[in-house]
């Protein structure tokens, strides 16, 4: 009977990710976007709930919690109810493969795929699903037109995110995202790939829906974009699947390219969490700095520069990986 | 019943169930929607198999990539969902008929076969053993592929620029 402790272990592993990102993600990363706007526009930021405004995001969740549900009256409810259910789970589930650090019994990572990195591409283009799905059931024109932007921009910036997992890949000679840290011993992967490491940055950004690349919900023209209609905790679940998934990204970047858990004297994990924030940070940055793209902008963008110098940046990567150092 | 057998039976209910509504749904999209579950029913059933390489292909790009599109065209589409428009002929009969006699000939050759299992062992990290089938034994197979989506894709733009 041992596939029932294999199906508890798989219950007990979703709980506590579903928790850590709600808490440490999604909360924390919200106070954290809040203060470093604040900062960076001269504010103060939140100050009043617990220390320094620690507890803001606390409060503000659980008065989402009380907040009535409304459904439009002419919304497809089916789909307009289980939209909620696909973004957050498609993020959650980005954090099977990501391994944390190291303890004496092997790499914390709740599974070693083989497959890692492609489950990675996989999962994370499940969000658009939900987008789409959100944007169609609300029955509203904005958020079926951040629903539609949403699904030409993330189908197009899968391309470059997938030619950079693939050139990391091939460095590391397997797909295992512990492999690919263990081949970072050495020398980091940002070193010897500063170039597939700009492009995941840049497409991570528009694959999370950020600025510049937030035309999905670009709020002076389209209101909140695929989220308009909804209120309350499925609100809140969507921001739990956009935070989700940026932090899911930035530890996706970290493990590819920073040599994830690796670094001296500390322990790995705390190398983890530092090297995760500092890139939440750029992320934060970015967004509090640039302004948006236009649609063509940044759709041309991805097809006319970063799908060319990623494909040269793979054949370039192969040519060395297979024929130079042979 | 084994573990294996449980996750068989749900996984097969999942895919069944939802390709069920799939099929009846009179709204398009839900039609569509219900094809993520299908998917990713059919994964699951590729990785009892061990197959996990096809597995991921399979949710990047069915789950992931073609319900999209799918989605897309339906919703760029006037008139999106279908529920305005007729949706049966006249022909049930011939296509009870039609789809009778295929169950009929499917169930007979599939309970004829003998299933045996394949000799050998499953290579332990399948994504190698895969980029070198298709670079060795299938490599006119694979660069025929390759040649079919180029010509499809220059297709589309074809038709797309028509009006310059």
């Not at chain 1, 509203?140 to 693939?166: C, D, F, H, W």
């Not at chain 1, 797909?175 to 497409?203: D, H």
């Not at chain 2, 490599?139 to 894709?153: A, K, N, R, Y």
Request: glycine share 8%; no cysteine.
């Amino acid at each position: 009977m041992g596939w029932i402790w294999d199906v508890l272990r798989a219950i007990v592993g979703t709980i506590i990710i579903f928790s850590a990102v709600a808490f440490i993600a999604v909360m924390f990363g919200v106070l954290l976007e809040r203060k470093i706007s604040a900062w960076m526009q001269s504010r103060l930021g939140p100050k009043h709930v617990g220390p320094q405004g620690l507890l803001q995001t606390v409060a503000d969740t659980i008065k989402l919690l009380q907040k009535e549900n409304i459904v439009p009256s002419r919304a497809d409810r089916l789909i307009f109810a289980s939209a909620v259910i696909v973004v957050p789970l498609a993020a959650l589930l980005d954090y099977v493969v990501i391994p944390f650090g190291t303890t004496r019994s092997g790499p914390l990572i709740f599974r070693d795929l083989n497959i890692g990195v492609l489950y990675f591409a996989a999962t994370s283009s499940l969000v658009v699903v939900g987008i789409l799905m959100a944007g169609w059931g609300s029955n509203n024109k904005y958020a079926l037109l951040g629903g539609m932007r949403s699904a030409a921009q993330m189908v197009t910036y899968e391309i470059p995110i997938g030619l950079a997992l693939v050139t990391v890949a091939l460095m590391a000679g397997s797909l295992s995202t512990v492999t690919i840290v263990n081949g970072q011993a050495r020398l980091w992967y940002i070193v010897t790939q500063p170039v597939a490491f700009l492009i995941f940055l840049v497409a991570a950004t528009a694959e999370v829906n950020r600025v510049p690349f937030d035309l999905v919900e670009a709020e002076s023209e389209l209101v909140a974009g695929y989220f308009s209609e909804y209120s309350g905790m499925r609100f809140a679940l969507f921001q739990l699947g956009e935070y989700g998934e940026m932090f899911a990204m930035a530890a996706m970047a970290v493990t590819l390219f920073l040599g994830g858990w690796r670094g001296p004297v500390l322990p790995p994990v705390l190398w983890f969490v530092i090297k995760l924030y500092a890139l939440i940070f750029v992320f934060m940055w970015v967004r509090w700095t640039y302004p948006r793209f236009r649609i063509d902008q940044m759709l041309n963008f991805s097809w006319k520069i970063l799908i060319p110098v990623s494909v040269l940046n793979l054949v370039v990567t192969a040519f060395f990986a297979v024929v130079v150092h042979r | 019943m084994s573990g294996e057998a449980i996750a068989f039976y749900v996984l097969a209910a999942v895919t069944l169930g939802s390709g069920l509504v799939v099929v009846t749904s009179k709204n398009m999209v839900h039609s569509a929607a219900a094809l993520v579950p299908a998917f990713l029913g059919a994964t699951g059933l590729y990785i009892l198999l061990n197959a996990e390489f096809v597995a991921g292909i399979q949710v990047l790009i069915y789950a992931g990539a073609i319900t999209v599109l799918i989605l897309f065209a339906i919703m760029l589409t006037e008139g999106g969902t279908g529920l305005g428009s007729r949706q049966r002929n006249e022909q049930a009969v011939v296509g009870t008929a039609v789809a009778a006699a295929m169950a009929a000939l499917l169930i007979v050759v599939a309970t004829r076969t003998g299933w045996t299992a394949g000799s050998g062992t499953l290579p332990p990290y399948t994504p190698g053993a895969i980029g070198q089938s298709f670079l060795r034994q299938n490599i006119l197979v694979f660069e025929g592929t390759s040649v079919v989506l180029l010509i499809s894709l220059m297709g589309a733009i074809l038709i797309a620029r028509r009006e310059d």
